[in-house]
């Protein structure tokens, strides 16, 4: 059996991840997009709510990295869900036709 790595994540990738499910996503969805697991999510809440999230390296992240990185994830977030705006629109023209 192969041993599954662990991940190393920023501070800023957890504080978000954390915002997101604070400002009323559910945490399967913020799970399944950041491709977590339920447990590592409550976890980080969990830590942040004591003030002892942490992230994997000692680099000091700017505001503009946090920003990046939180457009990123919008910027995937919109490409999916125009990928399926784009299959839901080819279903119902082909019904049309």
């Known amino acids: 059996m192969k041993k599954i790595s662990k991940q190393a994540y920023t501070t800023e990738f957890k504080e978000l991840a954390v915002q997101r499910v604070k400002r009323g996503e559910p945490v399967s969805t913020v799970v399944k997009e950041l491709g977590l697991s339920d447990q590592t ?3 980080w809440m969990k830590a942040a709510t004591e ?12 505001v503009e990295e946090m920003e990046l990185s939180r457009l990123r994830a919008e910027n995937a977030r919109l490409k999916r869900e125009n990928e ?9 023209a082909k019904d049309v036709l």
């Open 51 to 62: 003030g002892k999230l942490k992230g994997a390296g000692k680099r000091v992240v700017t």
């Open 41 to 43: 999510l409550r976890n």
């Open 84 to 92: 399926i705006i784009k299959k839901a629109a080819a279903y119902f």
